[in-house]
């Protein structure tokens, strides 16, 4: 056959990575076991008696639990074989007498085990955020069989809500939920508590609701854009427009004067890609599906996979510049 070669589209921007050297040990280092295996946690493992048995099973401090859920899912591990990868790494370490939690006790222990990715949203005044959610398979038929014959009763699906720092890049708020849930509705019980920590917000036409430009507030700048057909909310003296639907006006107005694409670029709208890329690199490490089946046990999931991208975030991140047309 022949091939016609496309043009490049003019208006198309390449970058090139400019860090690579240190970009390129970052992602060596990811693969260390060491950057998960402490030195306090295993203290906190050797301190477990051997001959203590609660409820006929050893009872595991929280963070050996988590130690091994995060060797599962940064190495795509089932249950059966953490066990073994654990006991092998002990072993290596000169610890082969330590206990060993095993398959099902990971398992039954992920359900209500307390898992913290990120303390910024809570403890960190003036943060720029980005909002948006993404889909994960839970259980049904393949690609192929779905479009083969259709979509049947048993495919499920649920959303992915991440809360980003346009700064570092590091998810600081992350929640799980049905399919059916509004991504507004989910940002707002997300972010509402801590509105007092953020400078300004950044989502997609789908945050444009009142209740959650209410939930952020007058204080909280809000860079969302208003859809095409919006208009200007007009008060009254009885009934003057709320505090959160000023900015909404005002962004309607210079929408009207400047293009939308221009209002984009003046309030700096495109940062919020970086959490697309977040949902992007989510699926790329761990795959678009949640391996867990009960709910509880598929929000742990989620909250590890969250600390493992931000661990990953910060051992180091690429560069980029811009490369100029000649």
């Not at 940064?74 to 072993?91: C, K, N, S």
């Not at 720029?128 to 398979?137: E, I, P, R, Y």
């Not at 200007?232 to 694409?261: F, H, W």
């Not at 991140?317 to 100029?324: E, Q, R, S, Y």
Request: charge should be positive.
């Amino acid at each position: 056959y022949h091939m016609t070669k496309l043009a490049k589209s003019p208006s198309k921007v390449n970058y090139k990575i400019s860090n690579w050297q240190e970009y390129n040990e970052s992602l060596i280092k990811r693969g260390k076991v060491s950057i998960w295996l402490s030195a306090k946690l295993l203290s906190i493992w050797r301190d477990i008696d051997v001959r203590k048995i609660t409820v006929g099973e050893q009872k595991y401090p929280d963070a050996v639990i988590e130690f091994c859920l995060i060797i599962k899912y940064v190495y795509g591990l089932g249950f059966r074989q953490t066990q073994g990868f654990v006991q092998d790494i002990l072993a290596l370490h000169g610890c082969e007498d330590y206990c060993i939690p095993n398959y099902s006790t990971l398992s039954r222990r992920s359900k209500d085990l307390s898992v913290s990715y990120s303390e910024k949203l809570k403890n960190k005044k003036g943060l720029h955020l980005m909002v948006d959610s993404t889909g994960l398979k839970v259980y049904g038929e393949g690609e192929w069989k779905v479009k083969k014959h259709g979509v049947s009763k048993h495919r499920t699906w649920l959303k992915l809500h991440l809360c980003v720092d346009v700064n570092t890049q590091e998810i600081v708020a992350m929640s799980l939920t049905d399919n059916s849930v509004d991504d507004a509705k989910a940002a707002k019980n997300l972010l509402e508590p801590y509105r007092s920590n953020i400078s300004s917000m950044r989502g997609d036409g789908a945050y444009d609701t009142f209740f959650f430009r209410e939930a952020m507030g007058k204080d909280v700048k809000h860079i969302i854009p208003p859809p095409r057909n919006a208009v200007l909310k007009v008060g009254t003296k009885k009934v003057p427009i709320p505090d959160y639907l000023q900015q909404r006006n005002k962004a309607v107005q210079r929408i009207e004067e400047i293009g939308r694409s221009q209002w984009k670029k003046e309030v700096e709208y495109h940062q919020r890609s970086l959490v697309e890329t977040s949902m992007f690199r989510y699926k790329v490490i761990f795959g678009e599906k949640a391996t867990a089946r009960i709910d509880k046990n598929q929000l742990t999931e989620a909250k590890i996979k969250c600390k493992i991208i931000n661990v990953f975030t910060n051992i180091g991140m690429p560069k980029t510049i811009k490369i100029l047309k000649n």
